[in-house]
């Protein structure tokens, strides 16, 4: 049979110009993830979807599936390299998730559930990140922004506004607002917009809805993020 | 029972939500007691480690000179250290002031704050000295096991710690793991 890779073991099909995490998604295989989202751009940023392809590390969610590759997703080295990225973006932040509106509902959060992270490891960095609470609707907590750029991508390719971009390098990278005064509250977003709603974390949230849902019977609060995100993905049918 | 296993706790930059957790063990409290001795705590009043203690739970993250000594004496005298919940892990809500100068922290709670009376910033040579942030315990000594959560739940104090006296290495389900 043509057009099958194998992950873990399994064989899974693939459709020509899919990735390994699309064909992955498809077969009900969870490669852990965080910058990729069924129908937007891969960017690759984040690696929590490394994934080792005939015996090198590539990201899944930018590699092409091909005929013949073996691929390892599920083994004690990657859950463990997954599990320091995952503890560099909590220390390169401020994530104190008690006082987070999002704390269930956070794929970071969730993702570090999924890999038995108990701890962070690193020292922390403690940054000084600002909160741009200007706009009406939408609350924009740079101490939680973990860089994936899906709001970017939202805005561009979704809402067709270009609001955000990410601008700076390395331990100054942040995320900037395309509006004269650099506030939200200038900026073209809208509370319908895409980009308000894709943030994985919290670093934006909608105003006056953080406590709807309390906490306890949030998505991750008793569902892993591997079956939250097939059912989700698979329903999105990438 | 003469080899009981001895634990110790301690609260530091915390709010004693994790003991009280701990204590939300209820009955199983009391098939503890029968396999663990209780040493320097604040369940005890006992003022200072022995030597011979099995088990450090440490809750709160360090926030001033004192945490720093407390931290070290458990960590001389303790087999096996715990970092016990989120400021322990890593500083939790007390650490919210790193956003801030110390200095900034101090004016604003005893001079420039609302209904501030008398205003003077306290400085008593017995009170302890802020360190400039407030830091994960683990920064400062070697740290063995975390048990995460705000507070961690009984169940999680509860597999843990039989895990430790079966003779077991630790181990919490992901259903355990919660940072909130
Ligand atoms: S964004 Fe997620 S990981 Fe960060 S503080 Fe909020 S709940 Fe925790
Ligand atoms: S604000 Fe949210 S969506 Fe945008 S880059 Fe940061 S973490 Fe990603
Ligand atoms: S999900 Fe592939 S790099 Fe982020």
């Known amino acids: 049979m043509s057009n099958t890779i194998n992950i873990d073991g399994q064989t899974i099909p693939f459709q020509e110009g899919q990735t390994i995490i699309e064909a992955a998604t498809a077969a009900g295989v969870y490669i852990p993830h965080l910058c990729h989202k069924p129908g937007y751009t891969p960017h690759g940023s984040c690696k929590l979807c490394t994934v080792n392809v005939n015996g090198r590390n590539c990201s899944a969610c930018t590699f092409p599936a091909a005929e013949g590759q073996n691929i390892i997703n599920n083994s004690r080295e990657l859950t463990h390299d997954r599990q320091k990225i995952t503890q560099m973006l909590f220390v390169e932040g401020n994530h104190l998730c008690p006082s987070c509106e999002k704390t269930g509902n956070c794929q970071l959060q969730a993702v570090a559930y999924q890999l038995n992270m108990v701890d962070n490891h690193f020292p922390h960095f403690y940054p000084h990140r600002e909160m741009d609470a200007s706009h009406p609707d939408i609350l924009l907590d740079h101490n939680r922004c973990i860089f994936c750029n899906l709001c970017v991508r939202a805005s561009a390719e979704k809402d067709g506004k270009n609001v955000f971009a990410i601008s700076g390098r390395g331990i100054n990278k942040h995320l900037i607002v395309n509006s004269a005064s650099g506030k939200l509250k200038d900026s073209a977003i809208d509370i319908n917009d895409c980009a308000a709603h894709v943030c994985p974390t919290g670093a934006i949230l909608i105003k006056r809805t953080g406590y709807q849902v309390p906490i306890g019977q949030r998505i991750y609060d008793h569902q892993s993020i591997s079956t939250v995100a097939l059912t989700q993905e698979q329903e999105h049918g990438e | ?180």
């Open chain 2, 1 to 180: 029972m003469a080899n009981k296993i001895r634990v110790a706790t301690t609260s530091l930059a915390g709010c004693f939500g994790c003991h009280m957790s701990f204590l939300d063990l209820d009955e199983r409290l009391v098939a503890l007691a029968e396999l663990v001795e209780f040493d320097r705590s604040p369940l005890t009043d006992i003022e200072h480690c022995s030597s011979t203690c099995d088990i450090g739970l440490i809750e709160g993250g360090v926030c001033n000179s004192e945490n720093v000594h407390v931290l070290r004496e458990f960590r001389k005298n303790c087999k096996i250290l715990v970092a016990v919940g989120a400021c322990a892990i890593n500083g939790g809500l007390p650490a919210m002031r790193n956003s801030f100068s110390l200095e900034e922290c101090l004016l604003e709670a005893y001079r420039d704050g609302i209904g501030v009376e008398n205003a003077q910033i306290p400085s008593d040579p017995e009170l302890p000295l802020l360190l400039d942030k407030v830091r994960p315990i683990h920064e400062v000594v070697k740290i063995d096991y975390f048990l995460p959560g705000c507070p961690p739940s009984a169940d999680v104090f509860w597999s843990f710690l039989s895990d430790l006296l079966e003779g077991r290495e630790p181990n919490l389900a992901n259903e355990l793991i919660h940072f909130d």
